[in-house]
């Protein structure tokens, strides 16, 4: 009966656009580009009416509102207009979110800092093991954006069943992108190949886990709301209880598989580099539940179960442990009592951990969900903060009770942590960028946020150094990047 039902709910708007949304749809593949920051551009002006008429309703609001023209000097706390009666076309023309782009933006130069820097830093770069680092809060801003992005996208729904399938067809969109860049069809800058081994293609990635969040969260905003509008903190809530209560599930399965089930011992192979022989054959002894080590967490297990061994990540963080590397936190040789474990595969972006990296998605969905709601800064920012600041206390109140911070894992409590710390920055960009003006100085991450796609796959995905060193003279290690020491 949805599909019947289609025509009529595009006539009944649920309730009246805030400023600077007015115009959107949500049903519009077009609006959710624009939103998540892919780089398209849409005409959102409505048609002018003829003078006649745009004359009269002129009058009619200047006899109607006399003391409407005059704001200039209102406080930077207080949006620009607090009436959502006034005719559409004298509304102020829809704008961007620029605080959103600017945080996408900013996330966008942090992970390519951090991508480029990391091998020289340690310190910023991904943590080993258990622990936070400037690397480990990218993943989760991404997801948290994508939250946001949805509350805004899909705040009016015309139709529930046109807008799933568009949801559905973006998320297989950034599944297949994810696959062709992380798959392994480029193999890297240290040779001129490029194509799938299939059998031993990486599945999941970056852009896999963003695409699971972006769908689970999609679904949820299309299909689980209530009808009213919210006008208090308890008639949001309210309005949202079966995102909220979905999230909750999903955490609980989350915690309740990675210390309840039981992890045997299992094996992998690997190349043996001083011989042309049969790979060699390690063992690694588990029997163990409960255990959030890199050689016996359930993350591992599952994705090992499901996906394959041979389609996990190659080079995983654990690599650069004490117990794996006499350089740690830095990559290097093994050492001589080295486990059997540090060579062995492991999926960073894993089924389960992607678990909760939807629960992420949904914490920035409750975010986006202010904005359209309540349209005083005072109150977004307030409501924004809140959260914000139990979040990353219960994460860390986690952590020392032993429910360690891990983003290999994506624990629970890292979980909590990254999303307060994303909530506080999103507060703090959108009061410098959308309330005090200061769009200027983040133009630079402004414009990195409208494009963001484009720059993770040239700049991320390594394509602009394929495609560099690509150019040699007679032969393939005389190239650009050879000469400047890259790829060597």
Request: a neutral charge; glycine letters at 8%; aromatic letters at 10%.
């Amino acid at each position: 009966m949805e599909t019947e039902d289609c025509r009529e709910r595009q006539m009944a708007i649920e309730y009246e656009p805030i400023k600077g949304y007015a115009n959107d749809s949500e049903g519009s593949v077009y609006a959710q580009d624009k939103y998540l920051g892919i780089g398209i551009d849409i005409d959102n002006a409505e048609k002018i009416q003829d003078d006649d008429e745009k004359k009269l309703s002129q009058l009619a609001i200047q006899i109607s509102y006399p003391n409407i023209v005059n704001r200039g000097e209102e406080s930077p706390l207080v949006p620009t207009s607090t009436s959502t009666n006034l005719p559409l076309h004298r509304q102020q023309p829809p704008q961007r979110l620029v605080s959103l782009d600017v945080f996408r933006g900013l996330t966008i130069a942090l992970m390519i800092l951090v991508d480029d820097v990391g091998g020289l830093l340690p310190a910023i770069n991904h943590s080993p093991w258990n622990g936070l680092t400037l690397a480990d809060y990218v993943m989760p801003f991404f997801l948290f954006i994508v939250g946001v992005s949805l509350g805004l996208t899909y705040k009016r729904v015309s139709c529930r069943v046109t807008a799933t399938r568009k949801a559905i067809l973006r998320a297989l969109k950034l599944l297949i992108l994810g696959l062709f860049l992380q798959g392994g069809f480029f193999h890297g800058i240290k040779n001129l190949t490029y194509g799938i081994d299939i059998d031993q293609m990486r599945l999941m990635g970056i852009l896999q886990r963003i695409a699971i969040a972006y769908l689970v969260a999609a679904l949820c905003e299309i299909w689980l709301k209530g009808d009213n509008h919210a006008t208090s903190q308890l008639a949001l809530l309210r309005k949202y209880q079966f995102q909220w209560l979905a999230a909750s599930v999903l955490a609980v399965i989350y915690i309740s598989l990675l210390y309840g089930l039981y992890v045997p011992t299992w094996q992998y192979q690997i190349p043996d580099s001083t011989s042309s022989s049969a790979p060699k054959i390690l063992s690694v002894n588990c029997g163990v539940r409960g255990d959030t080590g890199p050689a016996c967490n359930v993350i591992g297990m599952i994705d090992r179960k499901i996906l394959g061994i041979q389609h996990l990540y190659r080079k995983p963080v654990f690599e650069r442990t004490k117990q794996c590397s006499i350089n740690s936190p830095d990559n290097g040789p093994l050492p001589f009592d080295a486990p059997t474990w540090c060579q062995a595969p492991f999926e960073p972006e894993g089924l389960l951990s992607s678990v909760m990296a939807v629960v992420t998605c949904l914490v920035g969905l409750h975010y986006g969900h202010m904005i359209v709601h309540f349209k005083d800064h005072r109150d977004r920012i307030r409501l924004w903060l809140i959260p914000s600041s139990a979040f990353l206390v219960l994460g860390l109140a986690l952590d020392i009770f032993g429910m360690h911070i891990n983003k290999a894992l994506y624990t629970f409590s890292y979980m909590c942590v990254t999303a307060g710390a994303a909530g506080f920055l999103f507060a703090g960009i959108y009061l410098l960028v959308d309330i005090y003006g200061y769009r200027r100085m983040a133009s630079v991450l402004e414009w990195m946020g409208k494009h963001a796609l484009i720059i993770y796959i040239l700049a991320a995905c390594n394509i602009i150094p394929i495609i560099i060193q690509g150019f040699y003279w007679k032969q393939p290690q005389n190239n650009i990047l050879s000469l400047i020491g890259i790829g060597r």
